[in-house]
């Protein structure tokens, strides 16, 4: 079992998670699309970061999160392949919005991404009551 300051961490990376996705949601509400994939994001990695650092597991590397979720949480069956799928193309889109010049995201898209961020905390935080 965790201690409780390893607890209280994941716990603000969790709320972190459902903030981004609020503002994730507010930028698609006001037609900042880029902003809005960026939260989107943003929330699936503070909820995957809420879930490592309870097997002692911190990184802030995105690339190392990434690949550690994967090798310790769907490599094992815990989540399934969809959920990686989720923060892989999360992560590519957020790259691309950020750094690609003329970079052009739809509300469709964006819509999805912020669907699929949802789907992802829920999952994470589902699992994490059951830990703490």
């Keep these: ?27 698609l509400n006001n037609g900042d ?6 939260r989107a994001y943003y929330a699936i990695f503070h909820s995957a970061r809420a879930v490592l650092i309870l097997e002692g597991l911190d990184y802030k590397k995105h690339s190392a999160v990434i690949a550690s979720f994967r090798q310790n949480f769907v490599k094992t069956g ?32 964006v819509e999805k991404q912020l669907k699929d961020a949802e789907r992802f905390i829920n999952q994470m935080e589902a699992y994490l009551n059951d830990k703490y």
């Design 78 to 109: 815990i989540f399934s392949a969809e959920i990686s799928k989720i923060i892989g193309r999360a992560f590519e889109i957020r790259t691309e919005a950020d750094y690609e010049d003329f970079f052009i995201i739809s509300k469709k898209d």
């Design 1 to 27: 079992m965790a201690d409780y300051t390893t607890i209280d961490l994941s716990k603000y990376r969790l709320q972190r998670a459902k903030e981004d996705l609020s503002a994730g949601i507010n930028a």
């Design 33 to 38: 699309f880029r902003l809005g994939a960026n």
